[in-house]
């Protein structure tokens, strides 16, 4: 049966053999893994990797998709459900045990891996195709102009690793833009740990909000002179000049 990509869903189906074989082997599924594919549409990606899994479990929000998915004779577990509202921890009982894969929408994919960050300690890691312009901002080291606060809150989370690019023309409908593959491995213990989340969450969005501005200027009221001093942090630089480190450091520092 043919299926018309809806707009309102982002649907752009990946169709490029050789793609979906690289994907699989970067992903490099085992038997017994507890694995979750976000958005499995007509099952490109879904059925190689059902072919390495006893158990696979899939959520999709599109009810036509459904039910080609019940109707391919592969082990799947499927939720008809909102991503950005479904609790993933339910499908691990152990720590660091869910593996999420997906080619995700690209209107909804930054909200989602926030989502998914939240239930970090359930989850062994991630694979996601994404807009290329997405992936390099997660992956940015600091000093770039596309490092900003997606990077420092999601690399205070995971490990990122950009993959491999792919073109618009391994999807149909083709994107206006490139993807790339990512894998993003929550932390057992961050290299550097907040002492208060939340302020650290406060200082890396007001710091960005006004990234022309220095450390001093931008956190005036939040962070005084004496605590950039303390953490050894120069305040005449701006947000994206220090690391994720940095940020720790002043979050941690006394109020």
Known sequence: MQHQPRKRFGQHFLHDRQVLENIVTAIHPQKEDNMVEIGPGKGALTFPLAEHLNQLAVVELDRDLISQ???SGKSLTIHNADALKFDFALLAEKPHSLRVVGNLPYNISTPLIFHLLKQAEKIKDMHFLLQKEVVDRLAANPGGKVFGRLSVMVQYDCKVEKLFTVSPGAFSPPPKVNSALIRLTPWLEPPA???????????????FSQRRKTLRRSLKGLIHERQFIDAEIDSGLRPEQISVADFVSLSNQPQ
């Open 193 to 207: 740990k907040t002492n208060n989340y939340q302020q650290f969450s406060r200082i890396v969005k007001t710091a």
């Open 69 to 71: 998915l019940e109707t």
